[in-house]
Nanobody, 127 residues
Framework: QVQLVDSGGGLVQAGGSLRLSCTAS????????MGWFRQAPREERQFVAA????????YYADSVKGRFTISRDNARNTVYLQMNSLTPEDTAVYYC????????????????????WGQGTQVTVSS
């Protein structure tokens, strides 16, 4: 069983930055694929970014490429999402996700592929 705890959300002005963290329990963290998704009101949950287990291949949604960076610290069982140049369109609840399987580039962005989810952290970007 894996438990994920998301943190780091908050209120920020447009153009600002935030760093989200997700800490996982379980001994297989270093080989797990970790993802971030977001869900705005009245919208479906959307893929943001993911990072596979060693060697840590990264994947990004087009909307965040060049602004967001996903990284992981296996010693701390933690994955991070550094978000820069935030816009009001980035406002959403952000969810961490995990799965022990090795993803293909097709499934890594599918919310249905992930077996474990965090509770979510609210990110609000004001204009």
């Amino acid at each position: 069983q894996v438990q994920l705890v998301d943190s780091g959300g908050g209120l920020v002005q447009a153009g600002g930055s935030l760093r989200l963290s997700c800490t996982a329990s379980g001994r297989s963290f270093s080989t797990s694929t970790m993802g971030w998704f977001r869900q705005a009101p009245r919208e479906e949950r959307q893929f943001v970014a993911a990072i596979s287990g060693n060697p840590g291949r990264t994947y990004y949604a087009d909307s965040v490429k060049g602004r967001f960076t996903i990284s992981r610290d296996n010693a701390r069982n933690t994955v991070y999402l550094q978000m820069n140049s935030l816009t009001p369109e980035d406002t959403a609840v952000y969810y961490c996700a995990a799965d022990s399987r090795v993803p293909s580039p097709v499934v890594v962005s599918s919310r249905r592929w992930y077996g474990y989810w965090g509770q979510g952290t609210q990110v609000t970007v004001s204009s």
